[in-house]
């Protein structure tokens, strides 16, 4: 599959227009447009960072996609390496939809991911009892 088949595989799965991948990303609709249709090559660096932020996706894989890293066996293992999200989560500048997080909006992320995954852990249990 190609980079543009790839990207627009990767908006799409976003639910994202490309109007709003534009917006999100600061990358003009009419290139994001064209890169999908395979008119143009493939974009630079400065571009894929501009667009991963807009997608809300790793920069790496948007570079790997691109071809701009080799994939190697240890690239490969490391998405296998769970990450703890609750310390992912105090130990990093965050950013959602281009904002930056403070500390009190990390800390209700993690709020409410433990209300999500304490229900879920609640279900499981009463569908074993």
Known sequence: MYFYDKLKDMRKLKGFTIRELADRSGVSAAYISQLENGNRGIPSPEVLMKLSEGLNTSYSELMDIAGYLES?????????????????????????????????????VERMLTVLFWKERQSARSDTQ
């Open 72 to 108: 190697s066996p240890s690239t490969e293992n490391f998405q296998s390496n769970p990450v703890n999200l609750r310390r992912f989560l105090r130990e990093n500048e965050l950013m959602f939809d281009g904002v930056l997080l403070t500390a009190d909006d990390k800390e209700w």
